[in-house]
């Protein structure tokens, strides 16, 4: 089952613009993180979020973390074409940290 | 350094035959991890190996599917018999330690399945 459910589940901006993404969680975790998916191959690890930290900042990314509503948000700041891809919070769960990953944003950036 | 390698990066095959994948973690990386990955779908987990330890199998969807890890370092996931519905693309992924909260893990470029 997912850990995660993100939304929106598309979202189409413009060049310039900010984009916003939520993920929203079902069990405690100990840390939450981002990746993101070009082309429905590998993934990127963009971003990892400890659950006594609030917020993060990696460049133009910038992540929440509220433990007391189970939610996160992904702020990727003044969008490029080349940010379109799809985007997905996980968590790991069970031991060895393998990772539950949300149903993903799908991110188009347009010129 | 070199990242995790996936190969085949395409795979047809028939309905019925089996398939080996086979992922090359990051040296040194003592956590390897497979996902599956269908057509519009999240990913799902499906094994994982952390060093001599007996791996946790308990994404794997049925009794078809295997996998192991050789010298802890390369990894075959093999599905016998395989079916229409294991069409997805497998990733594999490794990481420096499992436990604690560095668990930032490395994709591979995946493996596309396509059985028709």
């Known amino acids: 089952s997912q850990q995660g459910e993100e939304d929106p589940q598309a979202l189409s901006i413009q060049e310039g613009e900010n984009a916003t993404m939520n993920c929203s969680y079902k069990t405690s975790i100990n840390n939450l993180q981002w990746y993101r998916q070009n082309s429905g191959r590998g993934l990127v690890h963009l971003i990892l979020i400890r659950s006594n930290e609030r917020e993060k900042h990696s460049g133009r990314l910038r992540v929440t973390l509220d433990t007391s509503k189970k939610s996160s948000s992904l702020l990727i700041t003044a969008s490029r074409a080349a940010d379109t891809a799809s985007y997905f919070c996980?968590?790991?769960?069970?031991?060895?940290?393998?990772?539950?990953f949300g149903t993903g944003t799908q991110l188009k950036v347009e010129l | 350094g070199a990242g995790v390698s996936q190969s085949p990066s395409n795979k047809v095959t028939e309905k019925g035959k089996d398939v080996e994948l086979r992922c090359d973690p990051i040296?040194?990386?003592?956590?390897l991890y497979w996902y599956r990955q269908s057509l519009g779908q999240g990913l799902e987990f499906l094994i994982y190996?952390?060093?001599?330890?007996?791996?946790?199998k308990s994404g794997l969807p049925s009794d078809r599917f295997s996998a192991e890890r050789t010298g802890g370092s390369v990894s075959t996931l093999t599905i016998q018999r395989t079916q229409q519905e294991d069409s997805a693309v497998y990733l594999c992924?490794?990481?420096?330690?499992?436990?604690?909260?560095?668990?930032?893990?490395?994709f591979g470029p995946g493996t596309r399945l396509t059985v028709t």
């Open positions: 040296s040194g990386h003592t956590a």
């Open positions: 992924a490794s990481s420096l330690a499992p436990g604690g909260l560095a668990n930032e893990q490395y």
């Open positions: 190996f952390q060093g001599n330890s007996a791996p946790d």
């Open positions: 996980a968590a790991p769960t069970g031991g060895g940290n393998k990772l539950t």
